[in-house]
């Protein structure tokens, strides 16, 4: 989210010497939603491991505001790190919707996205969009932390994007 | 497999001793089939009547020249015209391995269970339940790794799964 410099009047440039900023309540939650995501986190496989090396002290997802939750309750965020079974799914399903609002999904890995490269198996769910809304999909096999920083740093964007727009989809995606 | 390979197994006496006891102590019926699996370490292998295999089952852990007191593993297999149920023993006693095979019809078969001749059993016999649908007499058994209200055995070769091409 850049921040625009350019074109701002002598008066506005007096308040901006002051402290003082401008915005909409609805951006200032963005704002403050983006800096605090707290993920519920859901290992399920090897792309755990990538996720638990991303929350360590050498890649640090404290900095980003990312603090790993054990509860349902407390949780912004769900990353679906891993392979999710049938029988894993309405398990998934019910942490989700024990999630309070607003609340976003990051499908981590080839197999929460697509099934990867179990989806010819009988026991496999091919994509976990097929059991709950995702914001942010991270390919690999597995992720590296880098690319799991980048797809957190999407979600931040899109949560500002939103607060800024209003929830849509614009026109030149559709 | 030819007789003279057979002969010349080191485990060639062993099988006959085998057959020898299973013969006289369960009968005459009990053995279906007796050969040495040489690609794998000569193990002495059996096909066991499964109305006799849990008589069998006993004799083989119980009596002093047999003693196959470890169930390895217990896994189903898919044949297409039957299905077959594998055990796989070792004697810590005596240092020697055994393979028993117990055959069943494919559409509602069962064999009888070993869960109280070898406690082990108890999960693979799920295993082999779930993913195959062989039946086990003489326990309860119910799904172990599957939810409990899935439709089919994903193992056995005829297995088209409802979300193929997703």
């Given amino acids: 989210m850049g921040l625009n410099l350019e074109g701002i009047s002598p008066a506005e440039q007096q308040e901006l010497e002051r402290n003082v900023l401008v915005t909409s309540l609805e951006q200032v939650k963005g704002w403050a939603r983006s800096n605090s995501l707290w993920p519920l986190s859901f290992g399920l496989a090897c792309c755990a491991i990538e996720m638990m090396g991303t929350g360590g002290s050498h890649y640090d997802f404290d900095r980003f505001g990312v603090i790993f939750r054990g509860s349902p309750r407390h949780a912004d965020v769900m990353m679906v790190a891993g392979t999710v079974t049938k029988k894993m799914a309405p398990l998934l399903r019910r942490l989700y919707e024990q999630m309070p609002e607003p609340k976003w999904v990051i499908a981590i890995g080839v197999c929460a996205t697509a099934g990867g490269p179990y989806v010819n198996s009988y026991s496999v769910v091919k994509g976990v969009d097929q059991i709950v809304p995702v914001d942010v999909y991270i390919p690999g096999c597995p992720p590296s932390p880098a690319a799991i920083i980048y797809g957190v740093n999407k979600l931040q964007e899109k949560i500002r994007y939103e607060a800024k727009t209003g929830k849509k989809v614009p026109i030149e995606n559709v | ?166």
């Fill in chain 2, 1 to 166: 497999m030819s007789e003279e390979t057979k002969a010349s197994s080191p485990k060639q006496p062993l099988l006959d001793q085998y057959v020898k006891l299973i013969t006289e102590k369960v009968g005459e019926t009990a053995i279906k089939e007796a050969y040495i699996n040489e690609v794998n370490s000569h193990m002495p292998s059996f096909i066991i009547d499964k109305e006799l295999w849990h008589d069998v089952a006993l004799l083989i852990r119980d009596n002093e020249n047999m003693q196959f007191d470890y169930l390895m593993n217990l896994s189903g297999v898919d044949y297409e015209s039957y299905m077959e149920a594998a055990y796989f023993f070792y004697s810590y006693t005596r240092d020697e391995y055994l393979a028993i095979k117990v055959q069943t019809e494919r559409d509602g078969g069962s064999v009888p269970t070993v869960m109280d001749v070898w406690p082990t059993a108890d999960w693979h016999e799920r295993e082999a339940y779930d993913l195959l649908g062989i039946g086990f007499t003489g326990r309860e058994i119910s799904r172990i790794l599957l939810p409990d209200d899935w439709v089919g055995y994903p193992l056995r070769k005829d297995y088209k799964p409802y979300d193929e091409e997703v």
